[in-house]
């Protein structure tokens, strides 16, 4: 238990440098260029994002997930996976080539035919390190993702921002992400000593998949249903509209991402590794619970708070039709960890049966409230997206509680306080909205006066996770 306790620890310290190292450098090139290109050029990519993301989902076939699971993985099985990455993403990329014209006219943007083909090779790119990714996902080596992965952030945004400058406008945006696929995929190969055998076996590509192919239409349904958001606006508003829907939707993701991924790269592999012992199982669970919201609901419940300043300080007012949207979306996403936390708990229960079946109820209850919201616009549309996150949090718990006695209201019973002290710290803060319209005083302050109530009041009440992290930046 002891050693368990120290890896995850030290795992989450390297995961945490390399999701902050990697968002920060991100935020910082992102708002360079959100000042230099308009809302258009980001609701184009956005537009040509919807098929990329559901394509890369039939790439990876929900394979990697199966062999981080899989403890006794062999050669023969990475070999596998790997070409089956690798043919997929061919096949699809000529599909999605031949197909450009018709994404173009349908959403009558001409200029989307070539963005779809230079986009779409990042599939390819991406196949061929894929395994590589896994094996160091598995061995939770975020020590040696480390190494590499922020210079290449650097080194394909600073290319951005040059060619954004230089008035390439949208091909900065595209030309950035596709170079910083083929570098990612570059590194891979050489920091990971794993090569791939001529070997190909049907029988473990069928061991692997049966387990992969049910997160892989989980994951489908999933993509489609969020990306028929983007879909719909692309379609029925305008493409600045949808910038502005794109770029809210990236800001209120990057905390969450951003804290949710340093976690979930260490507990899928860490409660595989004890999915046989329900009462360890049962407090790794909780203990994990509790951290997720307690650094990311304060966190998001900032956002709120500030997306008006923020926006406007580092973005520019042109961008302030985006403001509600980023709100709304930013308490949507609050709860996403802890949804994918108990998705997470079924995968390592090798469930995927249930996982799926529960998708399959969410997106059919997502595409009601989708449908009920459209003729209202946008800002209701996200309001659906708060509305079904609330819900899927009961819903995705409902297994919890039959596999490890861990349901809904036990989990509401432990983040309580944690919401309250967020809440508390947030009416807090607001007073500082009151004192000048300067959008850069307002969002220091309002930040500073916010996380000095928040840790204060953490340590009044002695909330353990203050400690807990403390310990961890420590190494102790």
Not at 85 to 114: G, H, Q
Not at 291 to 319: D, F, G, N, Q, R
Not at 425 to 440: H, Q
Request: with cysteine.
């Amino acid at each position: 238990m002891n050693n368990l306790k120290q890896n995850a620890q030290t795992a989450v310290k390297w995961s945490a440098i390399l999701t902050f190292g990697n968002q920060c450098v991100s935020f910082l090139i992102s708002v360079i260029l959100a000042r230099l290109l308009t809302p258009s050029d980001y609701g184009l990519v956005g537009t040509i994002s919807i098929f990329i993301e559901i394509s890369g989902i039939f790439v990876t076939g929900g394979l990697s997930m199966a062999l981080i699971r899989k403890i006794d993985r062999t050669q023969t099985d990475l070999a596998t996976v790997f070409y089956y990455n690798t043919a997929v993403s061919i096949l699809i990329y000529l599909v999605l080539y031949t197909s450009a014209p018709f994404i173009a006219s349908y959403f009558n943007e001409p200029l989307l035919t070539e963005i779809t083909r230079i986009s779409g090779l990042t599939l390819i790119t991406g196949a061929l390190g894929a395994v590589h990714g896994t094996l160091l996902h598995a061995n939770m080596e975020f020590k040696k993702q480390t190494i590499f992965s922020i210079p290449i952030f650097i080194i394909s945004g600073i290319i951005g921002i040059f060619l954004a400058y230089m008035g390439y406008g949208v091909w900065a945006l595209v030309l950035q992400g596709f170079l910083s696929s083929v570098l990612t995929t570059v590194a891979l190969w050489y920091f990971v000593p794993w090569k791939p055998s001529l070997e190909f076996s049907w029988k473990s590509f069928h061991s692997t998949f049966g387990f992969g192919c049910k997160l892989m239409i989980s994951s489908l349904l999933d993509s489609c249903y969020r990306n028929a958001y983007q879909f719909v606006i692309a379609k029925r508003f305008s493409a600045a509209d949808l910038g502005y829907y794109t770029r809210a939707n990236t800001m209120a993701r990057l905390p969450m991402s951003s804290l949710y991924s340093i976690i979930s790269k260490v507990t899928y592999p860490l409660m595989s590794q004890i999915q046989d012992n329900d009462e360890q199982l049962q407090h790794v669970f909780r203990r994990i619970l509790r951290m997720m919201a307690y650094i990311i609901l304060p966190c998001m419940l900032l956002l709120v708070l500030t997306a008006s300043p923020l926006v406007s300080a580092l973005l520019t007012e042109k961008w302030l039709p985006c403001v509600p949207f980023l709100q709304i979306l930013s308490l949507s996403l609050a709860l996403t960890p802890m949804n994918a936390l108990n998705l997470n708990l079924l995968q390592a229960k090798g469930r995927s049966d249930l996982f799926l079946r529960l998708e399959v109820w969410k997106k059919i209850l997502g595409v009601l409230i989708l449908c009920a919201t459209i003729p209202f616009g946008i800002f209701f549309m996200c309001c659906g997206l708060l509305l079904l996150s609330i819900l899927e949090l009961g819903i995705n718990s409902y297994y919890t509680k039959r596999l490890i006695q861990y349901g809904i209201k036990k989990q509401i019973k432990d983040i309580l306080p944690i919401i309250g002290l967020s809440i508390a710290s947030f009416f807090c803060a607001l007073p500082t909205f009151y004192i000048t319209e300067n959008p850069f005083f307002i969002l220091a302050m309002s930040s500073c006066i916010y996380i000095a109530i928040f840790i204060l009041l953490s340590l009044f009440f002695r909330f353990q996770e203050i400690y807990d992290l403390k310990n961890m930046v420590l190494n102790k």
